[in-house]
């Protein structure tokens, strides 16, 4: 609790509460050093590039190489998009971000009866290879990243990409990017899945093999608490059940007989950036250091890089509204600086065709003081505090393993006023383990 400074407000009138972050966490008038006096700095925070990674997880961050931006583009044909990325690459985007339509995404061809209508709509048509390659024609995949948000069908189109990689002539081992791959994020929140638990989680560890042997530098899963976010989680929901995802992961790998070192460092993850600048800074760096925790202390990790959370942040989709353009820009700004503050390893903006987007989004965001110091937030009381609300139980808020409580529920709903009231009350969830 801060300390009185009601003789500091003399007869100032303050507004009538509640006072809270986005999600619903109270917020005192002031912070001072006395709400941090048990703070551990090497233990609890530690220096960027150190354990537990709180402050980042390289010692110079966007000092030594600026985060990657792609923006999530993906409409019409293979070749639409194939006209858009060389103009994204063109004017200084780093990689790529695919957006495929719903039919591909529920593995539907287009002249499928049921893709009547989504054809091309909200990404791009890959119906076969010949697509593929028309979709990355001209493009060195052994030069450039890229991502691909498939979850489903994330194991074909990823066969897809390797080939034709194969026929340009690259290697495998040099080529970099991630797929999704996260299927049970969609269970819960974006429902395009296909197959049951079991054999879905099956082709999930089967990459985790094939990737760890023949892809080394390929992510082959992109844990996910964005679509939970858009869903209508609080940022503690969405960080509970992303966190506990990338448990079950790991646990269906080892109980296939993997070891947790052989997959675990190209393990990443993918957060939702929302307005509460400091609530959600505070969201990406508990997630750090609640990861560090299970990686050594649950799974006994020895390599180093199976304990760093890399993640990657898009902008709020569901805080933008078609009415209101201009303001979408700021938020989608205030939302930029969230994931730099985080700091995040890579970002994008939902891209839509807006071209005057781009040079929003891309020019600016690297001319910022952001970017100039390692940890760019330097660990302010505020954060702190947020922090260990999330990772220590503060508020009731986390369960014995260090884990913030999720709802109890399958599903995640909006909470009303009321409700996030009771937000304290949650206990974590246990999930499915066969289907």
């Given amino acids: 609790m801060a300390k009185d400074v009601s003789d500091r407000v003399g007869k100032g009138v303050e507004r009538t509460g509640p006072f809270t972050t986005v999600s619903g966490v109270p917020i005192e008038r002031l912070y001072t050093p006395e709400d941090i006096a048990d703070l551990d700095y090497k233990k609890e925070l530690g220096d960027p590039g150190q354990p537990p990674y709180t402050r980042g997880i390289y010692p110079t961050m966007y000092r030594g190489k600026h985060w990657t931006m792609r923006q999530f583009s993906g409409f019409g044909t293979a070749a639409d998009t194939n006209e858009r990325f060389h103009y994204l690459l063109k004017h200084g985007q780093d990689g790529l971000s695919v957006a495929f339509h719903l039919p591909?995404?529920?593995?539907?061809?287009?002249?499928?009866?049921?893709?009547?209508?989504?054809?091309?709509?909200?990404?791009?048509?890959?119906?076969?290879?010949?697509?593929?390659?028309?979709?990355?024609?001209?493009?060195?995949?052994?030069?450039?990243?890229?991502?691909?948000?498939?979850?489903?069908?994330?194991?074909?189109?990823?066969?897809?990409?390797?080939?034709?990689?194969?026929?340009?002539?690259?290697?495998?081992?040099?080529?970099?990017?991630?797929?999704?791959?996260?299927?049970?994020k969609e269970y819960i929140a974006q429902k395009t899945y296909i197959f049951p638990p079991r054999p879905s989680m099956k082709l999930i560890v089967d990459t985790f093999e094939f990737g760890s042997r023949h892809v080394p530098q390929w992510n082959t899963i992109s844990i996910s608490g964005y679509h939970i976010r858009e869903a209508g989680s609080t940022a503690l929901q969405e960080l509970a059940f992303t966190l506990y995802d990338g448990i079950e992961y790991i646990e269906w790998a080892r109980r296939s007989g993997l070891d947790v070192d052989e997959f675990a460092p190209r393990l990443s993850f993918f957060f939702n950036a929302h307005n509460d600048l400091f609530e959600e800074i505070?969201?990406?760096?508990?997630?750090?250091?609640?990861?560090?925790?299970?990686?050594?202390?649950?799974?006994?990790?020895?390599?180093?890089?199976?304990?760093?959370?890399?993640?990657?942040?898009?902008?709020?989709?569901?805080?933008?509204?078609?009415?209101?353009?201009?303001?979408?820009?700021?938020?989608?700004?205030?939302?930029?600086?969230?994931?730099?503050?985080?700091?995040?390893?890579?970002?994008n903006a939902a891209d839509s065709r807006a071209r005057k987007r781009h040079h929003e989004y891309c020019g600016p965001s690297r001319r910022i003081v952001f970017r100039r110091a390692a940890d760019a937030r330097h660990g302010e009381r505020l954060l702190g505090l947020f922090r260990q609300a999330g990772c220590?139980?503060?508020?009731?808020?986390?369960?014995?393993?260090?884990?913030?409580?999720?709802r109890n529920s399958r599903r995640v709903v909006r909470l009303s006023k009321g409700d996030r009231a009771q937000r304290k009350d949650y206990r974590g969830s246990e999930r499915i383990r066969d289907g």
Wanted: some cysteine.
């Fill in 104 to 184: 591909t995404l529920m593995g539907l061809d287009s002249d499928d009866p049921m893709s009547e209508g989504e054809v091309g709509k909200c990404g791009v048509a890959i119906d076969s290879l010949a697509d593929m390659e028309t979709l990355f024609k001209g493009l060195p995949l052994d030069k450039i990243s890229t991502s691909m948000t498939t979850n489903a069908p994330a194991t074909i189109l990823w066969s897809m990409y390797l080939v034709v990689a194969e026929k340009q002539g690259a290697d495998w081992k040099k080529l970099r990017g991630t797929i999704q791959n996260d299927i049970l």
């Fill in 282 to 347: 505070a969201k990406y760096r508990a997630a750090r250091k609640i990861w560090y925790k299970i990686m050594t202390e649950r799974f006994h990790c020895k390599n180093p890089r199976s304990a760093i959370l890399r993640f990657h942040t898009q902008t709020a989709g569901c805080s933008l509204t078609a009415q209101q353009p201009y303001n979408n820009i700021v938020r989608t700004a205030i939302q930029a600086a969230d994931g730099t503050c985080g700091p995040n390893r890579s970002s």
């Fill in 392 to 406: 220590d139980g503060g508020n009731g808020c986390g369960n014995r393993e260090g884990i913030p409580a999720a």
